[in-house]
Nanobody
């Protein structure tokens, strides 16, 4: 049982930065792979980044291009997504997700728990 709450979204100008946080509760968090996904209105939810339970392995969507960094602090029960050089096409609701597996994945079906999302809007 894992509960996730995202925060840190907001309105920024193109080229700006935001840091999203995911606060987790539940005994399984420290051994759960974690992921960030995003979904714009009328579009399909897409993978952004993932991280293994230990934080030693990370995975990114191609569009990130060194702009985003995922990290986690198991002692604080948090997962972060640092987003730099934001573009208007990054505008979406960003969701934090937890997997029952130790490694993160780009597949939505492998995640068992989801947060409610936080809105990120990038103006041009």
């Amino acid at each position: 049982q894992v509960q996730l709450v995202e925060s840190g979204g907001g309105l920024v100008q193109a080229g700006g930065s935001l840091r999203l946080s995911c606060a987790a509760s539940g005994r399984t968090f420290s051994r759960s792979g974690m992921g960030w996904f995003r979904q714009a209105p009328g579009k399909e939810r897409e993978f952004v980044a993932a991280i293994s339970w230990s934080g030693s392995s990370t995975y990114y969507a191609d569009f990130v291009k060194e702009r985003f960094t995922i990290s986690r602090d198991n002692a604080k029960n948090t997962v972060l997504l640092q987003m730099n050089s934001l573009k208007p096409e990054d505008t979406a609701v960003y969701y934090c997700a937890a997997s029952s597996r130790a490694y993160g994945s780009s597949a939505i079906s492998q995640y068992n728990y989801w947060g409610q999302g936080t809105q990120v809007t990038v103006s041009s």
